[in-house]
Nanobody, 128 residues
Framework: QIQLVESGGGLVQAGDSLRLSCVDSGRTFGSFAMGWFRQAPGKEREFVAAISWSGANTNYGDSVKGRFTISRDNAKNTVYLQMNSLKPEDTAVYYC?????????????????????WGQGTQVTVAP
């Protein structure tokens, strides 16, 4: 069973960096795509980044391209989100999600409904 736990959030200043981690306690982590989404107060959940099972394919939301990098370590059942040049508008709760049905596919989706499992979220706050 997939269980996702995020960590690494916190309060930073604009221009700083943070790295989020998401660990899956299940045994099939290396077979499916993973994604990161975020939700700010009063706003809809927004796609941030996603990565295929092998790490070969990635996809990014327009607002984070060039600043954020998604990666994964299948040996550690972990997906990362490296966030650089953070802006106040990046403030949100960040969620990792698993697209279990992707099963060794090279496709990387951006829609939240494609993802079957979600973590509890980690707060990222960027002060001006």
């Amino acid at each position: 069973q997939i269980q996702l736990v995020e960590s690494g959030g916190g309060l930073v200043q604009a221009g700083d960096s943070l790295r989020l981690s998401c660990v899956d306690s299940g045994r099939t982590f290396g077979s499916f795509a993973m994604g990161w989404f975020r939700q700010a107060p009063g706003k809809e959940r927004e796609f941030v980044a996603a990565i295929s099972w092998s790490g070969a394919n990635t996809n990014y939301g327009d607002s984070v391209k060039g600043r954020f990098t998604i990666s994964r370590d299948n040996a550690k059942n972990t997906v990362y989100l490296q966030m650089n040049s953070l802006k106040p508008e990046d403030t949100a709760v960040y969620y990792c999600a698993a697209d279990e049905s992707s099963y060794y596919s090279s496709l990387v989706y951006t829609q939240a409904y494609r993802f079957d499992y979600w973590g509890q979220g980690t707060q990222v706050t960027v002060a001006p």
